[in-house]
């Protein structure tokens, strides 16, 4: 009995010496990422009970296969931990580099056929274009993410944005959206961004322009295209939904 007792023993001794410590690795894509891109993060981790994810944007999963995205552009240091069956614990750390959106906007007249394939409305170069964060923002004039001004092509081009939708003041002697966001906020409302995106901002023509010097003030004035009371329809308006984080 007792020589029993030591193989058994022996043999206990040998199963624990053969658990070996857990290795943490992973295999993360795409690495640089766009803003609201789906990653993927596949635990390849050895020797592991089961591990868990630090994301480095406050979230936490504990699954070894992941996808996320980020809101916001940076470099974010993402944890993976893999616990051994014995309580050994291995921690390795990956940098995911996160590009900002980009968002090139064309000014441009909105005229009645603004829907249509025959639309025609022309660019508008040196138009002054705020982008604000929220519609009260762009309501109070708070917090301007930035301001840049249409080339003579009537563009201009703003980088490193986050995954949001934005709003955009587009102001110029003879031109705003000023009107247009009164009758809905559609209108100055740009695309929810990821990626790179090309948007035809419209705004109305003003032939009187500005009675003043002033340089974007919201003073009323009234546009060329149309007569007081009239809304103009959102037709082909889409809704883009934003991803869910799991």
């Known amino acids: 009995m007792k020589r029993l007792l030591t193989i058994l023993s022996a043999v206990s001794l040998i199963v624990t010496a053969c658990q070996k410590d857990p290795i943490a690795s992973a295999i993360i894509g795409p690495n640089p990422a766009y ?7 596949e635990s390849r981790s050895t020797n592991t009970d089961y591990v868990e994810w630090e994301m480095g944007d406050g979230f936490t999963y504990s699954e070894p296969y992941v996808e996320h995205y980020y809101d916001d552009p940076g470099t974010y240091d993402v944890k993976l931990k893999a616990f051994g069956t014995k309580g050994g614990v291995s921690v390795v750390a990956y940098p ?38 929220t519609v009260a923002d762009w309501d ?27 709003y955009a003041d587009i102001w110029e002697a003879y031109h705003d959206n000023y009107t247009l966001r009164d009758e809905d906020v559609y209108w100055i409302t740009t695309p929810f961004m990821d990626n790179d995106y090309i948007w035809e901002a419209p705004v109305d023509y003003y032939p009187e322009g500005k ?36």
Do not use: H
Request: charged content about 30%.
């Open 140 to 166: 109070a004039e708070t917090n301007i993410i930035e301001e840049l001004y249409t080339d003579s092509n009537g563009r201009c081009v703003f980088s490193n944005l986050s995954y949001k939708e934005y």
């Open 96 to 133: 995911v580099e996160v590009v900002g959106a980009i968002l090139t906007i064309d000014v441009r007249v909105w005229t009645d056929d603004w829907d249509t394939p025959d639309y025609n409305g022309y660019f508008v170069p040196g138009a002054r274009v705020r982008l604000y964060p």
């Open 211 to 246: 009675k003043s010097t002033a340089t974007g003030d919201r003073s009323e004035r009234t546009p060329e295209t149309k007569s007081a009371g009239q809304k103009r329809a959102l037709s082909g308006k889409a809704t883009v939904v934003p991803r869910k984080k799991k």
């Open 35 to 41: 803003v609201g891109d789906v990653i993927t993060f």
